[in-house]
């Protein structure tokens, strides 16, 4: 298996464009997971997928921010308009659903926006 | 106060030392995970547990789910041990059952 598989890994935009992160989960694993690190914060969950369903997206910044799940196997994480606080590393983690079950992350793309 | 709480917040370390994190938390989880994150940035999960003491080659975890604390030990520290370990509770209760709720890390930096 790849692991969770995440891209780019790499962004650098300008503000107030567009910017859309993509997550592959681990096939198999019903429960999806976008956090966001930066320096100030630690890890923060920004929203969390279970079947495909948004559970809970209490960590969604603003309406700036959005998050799709069209399938098991896909998910993306939209920035518009983008700003430069929002410059972090976006993790995607994924996870079989139940309490005994790990996490997996993806390598995080590292946003920057100038 | 931060739910998870995590000390030391930086750690330095001569080769071959024994080393011992700890993670303390006031929620009620189903599980507590340790991840390393290396200075690449990637995060790996080292242990998943809910009691008693976990082993994998030099790391240890271990839990006491009364006092609701952890702790991640190192036993013969090695410079490539050197990261940033993230102690993490899954919260058992609340509109995040999934979610993991972090500790701020600690730097553990081993000199050779």
């Known amino acids: 298996d790849a692991g969770v598989i995440q891209s780019p890994r790499h962004e650098v935009t300008e503000m107030g464009q567009e910017v859309t992160l993509r997550c592959k989960p681990i096939s198999g694993h019903n429960s999806l997971f976008w956090y966001r690190q930066t320096m100030m914060r630690g890890l923060e969950l920004l929203i969390y997928f279970n079947n495909n369903v948004p559970i809970d997206d209490s960590g969604m910044p603003e309406d700036r921010f959005s998050a799709k799940m069209p399938n098991a196997s896909f998910s993306t994480l939209k920035i518009q308009p983008s700003e430069p606080r929002d410059s972090a590393v976006y993790f995607c983690a994924s996870s079989p659903t139940g309490i005994n079950y790990g996490y997996t992350f993806g390598s995080g793309t590292r946003l920057t926006v100038v | 106060k931060n739910e998870v709480e995590q000390s030391p917040q930086n750690l330095t370390a001569q080769e071959g030392e024994f080393i011992t994190i700890n993670c303390s938390y006031s929620?009620?989880?189903?599980?507590l995970h340790w991840l390393q994150q290396h200075p690449g940035g990637g995060i790996v999960s080292l242990f998943m547990l809910s009691s008693g003491k976990k082993k994998h080659g030099r790391l240890i975890a271990t839990i006491n789910i009364q006092e609701k604390h952890s702790s991640l030990h190192i036993t013969a520290s090695h410079p490539r041990d050197s990261a940033v370990y993230i102690c993490a509770a899954k919260a058992l209760y609340g509109g995040s059952q999934g979610n993991l709720i972090f500790g701020k890390g600690t730097k553990l930096s081993v000199k050779p």
């Open positions: 929620v009620g989880i189903s599980a």
